[in-house]
């Protein structure tokens, strides 16, 4: 069972930068793709971003393209988001994930293990 751990969720303003961590229990995290995901009051979880197990491939949601960036350390076990320019309409939960097999990497039913959520909070 890989238990996934965020950190780095704060309190901003409009502009600001903010880096999310995600460490994995699982020692063997080197195999599992990466995302994350959010999700906002009243609103469906959506996709953020998502790395392949190498590191090698990226995806984005355009709503944070050219502004957050994703990345992995496979020798810590860690993944991070990093987030520059937020808006407003960034403030959610953010949650990490990960999965061990195929399919889409928007899909949040293709991720098998989740965290339990960073709050990020902008203001205008």
């Known amino acids: 069972q890989v238990q996934l751990v965020e950190s780095g969720g704060g309190l901003v303003q409009a502009g600001d930068s903010l880096r999310l961590s995600c460490a994995a229990s699982?020692?063997?995290?080197?195999?599992?793709?990466m995302g994350w995901f959010r999700q906002a009051p009243g609103k469906e979880r959506e996709f953020v971003a998502a790395?392949?197990?190498?590191?090698?491939?990226?995806y984005y949601a355009d709503s944070v393209k050219g502004r957050f960036t994703i990345s992995r350390d496979n020798t810590k076990n860690m993944e991070y988001l990093q987030m520059n320019s937020l808006k407003p309409e960034d403030t959610a939960v953010y949650y990490c994930?990960?999965?061990?097999?195929?399919?889409?990497?928007?899909?949040?039913?293709?991720?098998?293990?989740w965290g339990q959520g960073t709050q990020v909070t902008v203001s205008s």
């Open positions: 994930a990960a999965r061990g097999r195929g399919g889409s990497y928007y899909l949040a039913r293709t991720y098998d293990y």
């Open positions: 699982e020692g063997t995290l080197s195999r599992l793709d």
């Open positions: 790395i392949s197990w190498s590191g090698g491939s990226t």
